[in-house]
């Protein structure tokens, strides 16, 4: 008893799923994608066998339609099921049993299929679907819309409670846990949609500080920099995103800059990030000279305040 979203980016390649429910812990259940190969929402007095088994299916090199119909096709209660495929040229196909619970219906879009049931009305999928296509930005803050609209709308009948996000890349590396570009969850909460976006613009920090570490590595310390005041500018309140750019800035001869950084996380969390900053240098992470010498400066930046 779900609304959801499956949709492939064209720009990027990238699949996604979407999902919010009054079900507790929604993200097990719902939201299957492989990255170069496609994305599938399965729901409705779930069957979860038709995520995988719908991933292999495409893997094997049947259309989002063909896939769809062969699930259904073998399933005695797909009347009772509602799941929804995007495959990797795009293609969508989607299935809403004749014995969903209403309201219950989906609609399909340009790579994107949008599907509900159990709703309070049966303009859900559609206001999905329109804030989907209206909204310009990454798939995920697309997605993102996409449920809000819902919830607008009057979503599902008995209210709310947990909600999931999966993105994953436009080609297969091998390494799932790299193809695995955002894995959100919120398993049981009031308000799941607006924790959901809070835990979206956190992940979008975070693969911005990435960005910069992967930066710094190959040299380009400017641009690293600038990647990593993006990652502090969307999510302030991550000290850690401050506390290792600070540092990373003061490896990097920026002492000063550095330490004003960390000398806030110091005075806004204490002491544990200064022994932190200790261990670091025990295990050769941080020049010692160079530790000790930060330390100085917390010290007297934060007796100062």
Known sequence: MTYSIVARDKETGEFGVAVQSHYFQVSPAVPWALAGVGAVATQSHVNLSYGPLGLDLLQAGYTAEQAVKALTAGDPQADVRQCAIVDATGAVAAHTGSKCIPAAGHILGDGFSCQANLMDRNTVWAAMADAYTATDAPLAERMMAALEAAEAEGGDIRGKQSAAMLVVASTGTGRPWDDRLIDLRVEDAPEPLPELRRLLRIKRAYMALSDADRLSESGDKIAAGARAAEAI?????????????????????????????????????????????????????????????????????????
């Open 233 to 305: 500018q969307i999510a302030p309140e991550m000290v850690e995103i401050r506390f290792w750019t600070g540092l990373e800035m003061a490896v990097n001869g920026d002492i000063d800059g550095g330490c004003a950084l960390m000398s806030g996380v110091v005075r806004e969390k204490g002491d544990r990030w200064v022994e932190t900053l200790r261990r670091l240098a025990m295990v050769g992470r941080v020049p010692a000279d160079l530790a000790k010498a930060i330390e100085a400066r917390l010290a007297a930046a934060v007796t100062s305040k």
